[in-house]
């Protein structure tokens, strides 16, 4: 009787400590995915900063670039083509 109550005690404790380690190794697989996605989420979050700051700048530089076309079309043809002219 003692045997067999010995027995089954090894036989939970094993059990026991078995799903521990399962456990454990299921939760760092856990750990490493919800690593990876907050990774890829960072990692899109990056991206769309990027497009829009470059998206940004480049209509910055385009209005810069036209207002410096009017402004000079504007001198151009709208000053008098002599000292003279009234």
């Known amino acids: 009787m ?3 109550l010995w027995s089954l005690g090894f036989l939970l404790l094993t ?5 521990m ?7 760092f697989g856990n750990m ?3 690593r990876m996605q907050l990774g890829y989420l960072k990692a899109i979050k990056t991206c769309r900063l990027l497009c829009i700051s470059l998206l940004g700048v480049g209509i910055f530089f385009t209005l ?3 207002s410096f076309i ?3 079309l504007s001198v151009f043809l709208y000053s008098p083509y002599s ?3 009234k």
Not at 15 to 19: P, S, T
Not at 21 to 27: E, F, L, N, T
């Open 32 to 34: 490493a995915q919800l």
């Open 15 to 19: 059990r026991m400590i078995h799903k």
């Open 70 to 72: 009017v402004f000079n």
């Open 2 to 4: 003692r045997n067999k």
């Open 64 to 66: 810069i670039i036209s």
């Open 21 to 27: 380690g399962s456990g454990q190794r299921q939760d």
């Open 83 to 85: 000292a003279l002219t």
